[in-house]
């Protein structure tokens, strides 16, 4: 019987993971759609796949997993939550030529896009976002809905907590066991920044070396 794997997001980054997960879902008999529940969504079909509500799917026949390619973390939690709830396997989709080292834990609902890299010692939370050309280095500890867009440069003993978002481009310089440099939860790293001292919660980072983005 053919089961749904549904890519949670029609728009560019799902759009961006879906050839990833039929290569790695591709011994599978699965059908590939789209879920998106976007009512000004003027389409059903993108890059030759279905595009279905969250309840049409749920319609369409059993469910063999969902990847939620949301960029917005509290979003991303709320699908990945509904998923759980409605008993809908959540999917890892990581990309044939990633790297992930020994000791290395990952939480469920992982995205990892080609060309990033996860190196040892690692412990990663869930709903976990790598784009392209990425890595993260040894004895980091990274926590729930952390978002790293390409091209991130996350060097050893690095703390991110929760829900924070490292920007394209961005360096965050290696800390020690002892003093690990710390990206508190909901902060945002603009794109390119270099960070070179810890980060508080909810602060927006920019430029080398970062500072704090003034709000006018």
């Avoid at 089961?3 to 560019?12: D, N, T, V």
């Avoid at 990833?20 to 003027?42: E, G």
């Avoid at 973390?73 to 990945?80: E, G, H, S, T």
Wanted: proline share 5%; charged share 20%; aromatic share 6%.
């Amino acid at each position: 019987m053919t089961r749904l794997i549904g890519i949670y997001g029609a728009s560019g980054f799902g759009r961006e993971v879906m050839p990833i997960a039929r290569d790695r879902y591709a011994h599978d008999d699965a059908r590939f759609v789209f879920i998106d529940d976007d009512p000004t969504q003027a389409v059903d079909r993108a890059n030759g796949h279905d595009i279905l509500t969250w309840e049409t799917f749920l319609e369409a026949g059993p469910a063999a997993g969902v990847a939620v390619a949301i960029a917005d973390a509290p979003v991303r939690r709320m699908l990945m939550d509904r998923c759980v709830a409605a008993g809908v396997p959540i999917c890892e989709i990581r990309a044939s030529n990633v790297t992930v080292g020994d000791d290395v834990q990952i939480g469920e609902g992982a995205i990892l896009q080609p060309f990033s890299s996860i190196t040892s010692n690692i412990r990663i939370g869930r709903g976990f976002h790598a784009n392209i050309y990425s890595y993260v280095a040894h004895d980091c500890v990274i926590g729930d809905f952390v978002t790293l867009a390409p091209g991130v440069k996350c060097n050893g003993n690095v703390n991110i907590h929760d829900f924070a978002y490292i920007g394209t481009g961005a360096i965050l310089r290696q800390g020690t066991g002892e003093k690990p440099l710390v990206i508190g939860a909901g902060a945002v790293v603009g794109m390119g920044a270099v960070v070179t001292k810890d980060v508080a919660p909810g602060a927006t980072v920019i430029g080398n070396p970062a500072r704090l983005l003034e709000k006018k």
